[in-house]
Structures are given as C-alpha cells and as structure tokens.
C-alpha cells in the first residue's frame, strides 16, 4: 500500500511539473505591442464608422421630419383651398341651377311680356294723340318706329321694352320746366316759322319770328288761338328765359290747361 500511495504522489508531482510547464510556455510568448496598436486601431475604426453611421442616421431622421412636417403644413394649406374652391364650385353651381330656371321660364316670360309691350305701345299713341303738341312729329315717329322694332327678329326683346321704356321718359321730360323750340306752324293754310314754347304740359304757345304774331294752343277745342299783343313781350322773355338768354323772372302768360290721356 505503501508503494501504492507514493506512485500517486508521483505521478501527480510530474502533473504538476507538467502544468508549470505549460504554464511556463505561455507566458513565454505574451501578445506584441504592434498587435495591441493594431487591435486599437481596428477598434477605433469600427467605433468611428459606427458613428458615423449613427450620425448619418440621425441626419436622415431629422430630414424625414422636416419633410414630414412641410408635407402636413402643405397638406392643411391645400386642404383648406379646397374647401375654399368648393365653396365657390357649389355657389356656381347654385348660380347655374337658378339661371338654368330663369332660361325655362323665358318662353313663358316672353308670352306675357309681348303683349304687354303691344299695350304700352297702343297707350304711348293714344296719349301723344290726346296731349299737348309739343314736338308732335317727333314724337308720332317715335311711336311708329316703336311699331317697327317690334316685328324685327334681330332686336331682342330686351332692347325692344328699353326702347319703349325710354320713349315714355321723354315724354315724362315734355312735362318739366319751361323749353322753346324752332318749328313751323300752320295759320290760314300757311306755314308759318315761329318759336313754341311751353311750359311743362301747363301751357304751350307759339310766337312769329318777327314777334309780332302770337297764338296759344286750346287743348280742348285741339287748335291754335291768336293771344292779344299784351302777351307779345311776355313771351319773348319767356322764350329767352327757356334758353338761358336772360335771367329767369316771373312773366304773365294765358293758360290753358291741357286734358290727360286715360
């Protein structure tokens, strides 16, 4: 046993030898300096490539942002023009529906507006026929071409009730204020060149261009009456105040107070 124990010991001695030895080789052959440096090296680089990997990440994060938030502001902003163009489409549109309803019911409008022309025509007529004559001639043409537009297709209807609208103005102005005009006027189968004056529809007289003639209109009777000589000089300066000849004065002059068309 004795034996036994001390090849034990010996065996594990030279073990231990063994494992000195090992242990002895490699510290025998420790890792150069230039190995460490290039170890670093490498170290560093990898470090500094992933930073800039890192870093170039990070600038295509924030540009991502930037572009994100311009696109939202542009997205708000067209948003809000579109509403904006929209609201004026449906206007439009509201604007066409109503025109488009105006244009059906022209037909029908026309149906009652043509008659009713006629009419205004007929009562234009009858009333220069019953009124004063001042500018008789004028005014009778007035109404015959009014006759004549309204059987022409290419003036439209809208310029025929214009017309008919502004010849009863004019015959409105006929009854302000006091007017002369030249003319002629016909006395014993003659024609005589004289001056009218009238003031408004209240009186309308004549005056020779000599001023030694006179007559006034009878509205009544429908004919001229020769007016005393008295009323010669009146109605000169009358006829000088209606043409801004002379300032404007109070005059006496016969009246005859003309009837009115129904």
């Known amino acids: 046993m004795t034996t036994v124990i001390k090849r034990s010991k010996i065996a594990a001695a030279m073990v231990g030898v063994m494992a000195l030895a090992g242990s002895g080789v ?17 170290t560093n680089r990898s ?5 800039e990997r890192v870093d170039s990440l990070f600038d295509q994060s924030r540009d991502l942002l930037a572009d994100y938030r311009a696109i939202v502001a542009e997205y708000e902003a067209l948003k809000v023009y579109n509403d904006h163009v929209q609201a004026l489409i449906d206007d439009q549109q509201r604007e066409l529906d109503s025109l488009q309803a105006q244009i059906d019911g022209i037909e029908e409008t026309r149906q009652g507006v043509v008659p009713l022309m006629y009419k205004m025509i007929d009562s234009l007529d009858e009333f220069v026929g019953l009124d ?17 537009i309204m059987t022409r297709s290419n003036v439209t209807d809208s310029e025929k009730f214009r017309q008919i609208v502004e010849a009863y103005q004019t015959e409105m102005d006929y009854g302000v204020g006091p007017n002369s ?13 004289v001056d009218f004056f009238h003031l408004g529809r209240v ?24 007016v005393e000589d008295s009323f010669l000089s009146p109605l000169t300066q009358a006829i ?6 002379t300032a404007f004065d109070v005059v006496r002059l ?8 129904e």
Do not use: K
Not at 240 to 245: C, G, I, K, N
């Open 47 to 51: 470090q500094a490539a992933s930073q």
């Open 203 to 226: 009186v309308l007289m004549a005056q020779s261009l000599d001023m030694r003639n006179a007559w006034l209109w009878d509205n009544n009777a429908r004919e001229w009456n020769r």
């Open 240 to 245: 000088r105040m209606s043409r801004r000849q």
């Open 26 to 42: 490699a510290a025998a052959n420790p890792p150069s300096l230039q190995q460490l440096q290039s170890e670093q090296t490498q």
């Open 181 to 193: 005009y030249s003319g002629t006027l016909s006395v014993d189968g003659q024609d005589v060149a």
């Open 132 to 148: 004063i004559p001042i500018h008789s001639e004028s005014r009778e043409r007035r109404v015959q071409r009014l006759r004549d």
């Open 254 to 261: 016969p009246v005859s107070a003309a009837e009115n068309a």
